[in-house]
Protein backbone atom coordinates (compact mmCIF):
# COMPACT_ATOMS: atom_id res chain seq x y z
CA UNK A 1 0.00 0.00 0.00
CA UNK A 2 1.21 3.14 -1.08
CA UNK A 3 2.23 5.65 1.94
CA UNK A 4 3.26 9.38 1.69
CA UNK A 5 4.09 11.37 4.42
CA UNK A 6 4.87 15.30 3.91
CA UNK A 7 6.41 17.63 6.33
CA UNK A 8 7.87 21.41 6.52
CA UNK A 9 4.95 23.27 6.45
CA UNK A 10 4.95 26.41 9.08
CA UNK A 11 4.23 30.05 9.38
CA UNK A 12 5.92 32.35 7.42
CA UNK A 13 5.83 35.83 5.98
CA UNK A 14 4.73 37.01 2.60
CA UNK A 15 7.44 37.24 0.42
CA UNK A 16 9.25 34.30 2.07
CA UNK A 17 9.81 30.49 1.35
CA UNK A 18 9.56 27.11 2.61
CA UNK A 19 10.58 23.94 1.27
CA UNK A 20 8.00 20.73 1.53
CA UNK A 21 9.29 16.98 1.63
CA UNK A 22 6.82 14.34 0.61
CA UNK A 23 8.59 10.88 1.58
CA UNK A 24 7.53 7.89 0.39
CA UNK A 25 7.45 4.44 2.04
CA UNK A 26 6.45 1.22 1.40
CA UNK A 27 6.89 1.86 -3.08
CA UNK A 28 9.26 3.35 -5.04
CA UNK A 29 8.71 6.84 -5.69
CA UNK A 30 10.78 6.96 -8.94
CA UNK A 31 7.90 4.50 -10.78
CA UNK A 32 5.02 7.23 -10.48
CA UNK A 33 4.46 10.29 -11.58
CA UNK A 34 3.74 12.74 -8.21
CA UNK A 35 1.81 15.62 -7.82
CA UNK A 36 1.10 18.40 -5.43
CA UNK A 37 -2.52 20.10 -4.20
CA UNK A 38 -3.25 22.40 -1.55
CA UNK A 39 -6.83 23.28 0.15
CA UNK A 40 -7.58 25.90 2.21
CA UNK A 41 -10.48 26.27 4.25
CA UNK A 42 -13.94 26.61 2.71
CA UNK A 43 -12.49 25.82 -0.76
CA UNK A 44 -12.21 23.53 -3.01
CA UNK A 45 -8.46 21.24 -3.97
CA UNK A 46 -6.27 23.01 -6.34
CA UNK A 47 -3.53 21.43 -8.27
CA UNK A 48 -0.20 22.89 -7.58
CA UNK A 49 2.37 21.36 -9.38
CA UNK A 50 3.25 17.95 -10.59
CA UNK A 51 6.35 15.43 -11.82
CA UNK A 52 6.66 12.99 -14.13
CA UNK A 53 8.27 9.83 -13.35
CA UNK A 54 9.29 9.08 -17.12
CA UNK A 55 10.89 12.48 -18.34
CA UNK A 56 11.56 14.28 -15.17
CA UNK A 57 8.74 16.75 -16.67
CA UNK A 58 7.44 19.62 -14.25
CA UNK A 59 4.10 21.18 -14.58
CA UNK A 60 2.82 24.06 -12.40
CA UNK A 61 -0.65 25.44 -11.84
CA UNK A 62 -0.41 29.35 -12.89
CA UNK A 63 -1.16 30.40 -9.57
CA UNK A 64 2.47 29.46 -8.78
CA UNK A 65 4.12 29.36 -11.61
CA UNK A 66 7.53 31.08 -11.40
CA UNK A 67 7.67 30.96 -8.02
CA UNK A 68 7.40 27.17 -7.03
CA UNK A 69 9.35 24.56 -8.19
CA UNK A 70 8.93 20.82 -7.41
CA UNK A 71 12.03 18.32 -8.10
CA UNK A 72 12.23 14.81 -6.80
CA UNK A 73 15.79 12.74 -5.12
CA UNK A 74 15.16 9.35 -6.08
CA UNK A 75 17.79 7.97 -4.03
CA UNK A 76 16.10 9.80 -0.88
CA UNK A 77 12.62 8.64 -2.36
CA UNK A 78 11.54 11.97 -1.75
CA UNK A 79 9.98 14.79 -3.81
CA UNK A 80 10.32 18.55 -2.64
CA UNK A 81 8.03 21.30 -3.54
CA UNK A 82 10.30 24.82 -2.83
CA UNK A 83 7.90 27.49 -2.34
CA UNK A 84 9.46 31.28 -2.91
CA UNK A 85 7.69 34.35 -2.55
CA UNK A 86 4.72 33.26 -0.83
CA UNK A 87 1.34 35.34 -0.47
CA UNK A 88 -1.08 34.90 2.15
CA UNK A 89 -3.30 32.99 -0.82
CA UNK A 90 -1.30 30.60 -0.46
CA UNK A 91 -2.10 29.40 2.97
CA UNK A 92 -3.71 25.73 2.62
CA UNK A 93 -2.66 22.20 4.34
CA UNK A 94 -0.58 20.52 1.41
CA UNK A 95 -0.80 17.20 0.17
CA UNK A 96 1.63 15.19 -1.99
CA UNK A 97 -0.08 12.57 -3.89
CA UNK A 98 0.27 9.71 -6.45
CA UNK A 99 -2.02 7.27 -8.60
CA UNK A 100 -0.61 4.49 -10.41
CA UNK A 101 -3.42 5.32 -12.72
CA UNK A 102 -2.54 8.40 -13.33
CA UNK A 103 -0.04 10.88 -15.01
CA UNK A 104 0.57 14.61 -14.58
CA UNK A 105 -0.27 15.18 -18.08
CA UNK A 106 -3.70 14.74 -18.58
CA UNK A 107 -4.75 14.77 -15.16
CA UNK A 108 -5.92 16.76 -12.68
CA UNK A 109 -4.00 16.13 -9.75
CA UNK A 110 -6.42 16.44 -7.01
CA UNK A 111 -7.76 13.09 -8.73
CA UNK A 112 -4.50 11.05 -7.43
CA UNK A 113 -5.80 8.48 -5.55
CA UNK A 114 -3.68 8.42 -2.56
CA UNK A 115 -2.32 11.25 -0.67
CA UNK A 116 -0.89 11.37 2.73
CA UNK A 117 -1.68 13.89 5.88
CA UNK A 118 -1.13 16.75 4.27
CA UNK A 119 1.80 19.77 5.69
CA UNK A 120 -0.30 23.34 6.87
CA UNK A 121 1.49 26.25 5.56
CA UNK A 122 0.35 29.31 6.90
CA UNK A 123 1.65 32.65 5.25
CA UNK A 124 0.96 35.68 7.12
CA UNK A 125 2.66 38.93 9.00
Known amino acids: QVQLVESGGGLVQPGGSLRLSCAAS????????IGWFRQAPGKEREGVSC????????YYADSVKGRFTISRDNAKNTVYLQMNSLKPEDTAVYYCATDPFRRCLGSSWTDFGSWGQGTQVTVSS
Open 51 to 58: ISRSDGRT
Open 26 to 33: RFTLDYYD
